[in-house]
């Protein structure tokens, strides 16, 4: 194992981390992760700053690929055609959809697809509302699980239990008012693995008892999740 360092680099204005792992290797080589990620080996002798060199003359490709993985991930229900084979994310997961002629209305998962069982399989607007739905209602039924959980392990290192509310959130996953003791979770959490709904809800806890990402912060949230930085990089990847 060579050793692997996290840094930071922008590109095109996009504020990007990338990893170096240090390695015999003649040439600097880049990669981007499925998860989006962005991984670079270089031999121990190449400095930073031509590593750097190297990723601005590559910020075409790796911008390319990144957005690439993010719309392959993004949940947008407009843009979906609802249509069988079309993937979504669940818990981290993907699965396929499949559409079935029903006249009792419901949504199934089995295996690695989800069943929609719709009246009108051509009703575009009639399966992304019955999609959608299915979706809120498992988000809310499992955040609530997650929340419960953390509130109890964060005790009476708090005031009081914070005011929990669901909303559509798009461009973050969770935010919280220390002043007014409130916590907003996405509704979007519902397409990541587990282990990073606990991440957001563990992070957003932190907030009542430090309110800005210093040091003390993240301090609080190792106590509960020790490999936050796993969660976090994962999340990204869903953004
Ligand atoms: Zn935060």
């Known amino acids: 194992m060579g050793n692997v360092e996290i ?3 922008t590109l095109s204005g996009v504020e990007l981390t990338y990893e170096i792992e240090r390695k015999n290797v003649k040439n600097t080589n880049l990669r981007i992760r499925n998860d989006g990620s962005i991984y670079v080996s270089a031999n121990r002798r190449v400095s930073i700053k031509e590593i750097e060199n190297f990723l601005y003359m590559e910020e075409g490709f790796i911008l390319n690929a990144i957005n690439k993985v993010k719309k392959r991930r993004k949940y947008d229900p407009k843009t979906r055609s609802y249509e069988d084979g079309e993937r979504f994310y669940y818990l981290g997961e993907t699965y396929t959809l499949r559409v079935e002629r ?3 209305e419901c ?4 295996d690695n697809e989800i ?3 719709v009246r009108y399989p051509d009703d575009k607007a009639r399966k992304m509302r019955l999609l959608s739905a299915w979706f809120t209602k498992k988000a809310g039924e499992i955040i609530q699980e997650v929340v419960e959980e953390v509130d109890e392990m964060y005790g009476n290192r708090i005031k009081k239990s914070p ?3 669901l909303k559509n959130m798009n461009t973050r996953w969770g935010s919280c008012n220390k002043a007014k003791y409130k916590i907003s979770l996405s509704y979007n959490l519902i397409k990541v693995p587990l282990r990073c709904i606990y991440y957001v809800v563990i992070h957003e806890y932190a907030h009542l008892l430090v309110p800005n990402h210093s040091a003390d912060f993240w ?4 106590e509960y999740m020790p490999d936050w930085k796993i969660a976090r990089k994962e999340m990204r990847s869903y953004e």
Do not use: E, H
């Open 107 to 110: 949504v199934d998962i089995v």
């Open 7 to 9: 840094r930071r680099i």
């Open 163 to 165: 005011d929990i509310t």
């Open 115 to 117: 069943i929609l069982n």
């Open 219 to 222: 301090a609080v949230v190792s």
């Open 102 to 104: 029903s006249d009792l």
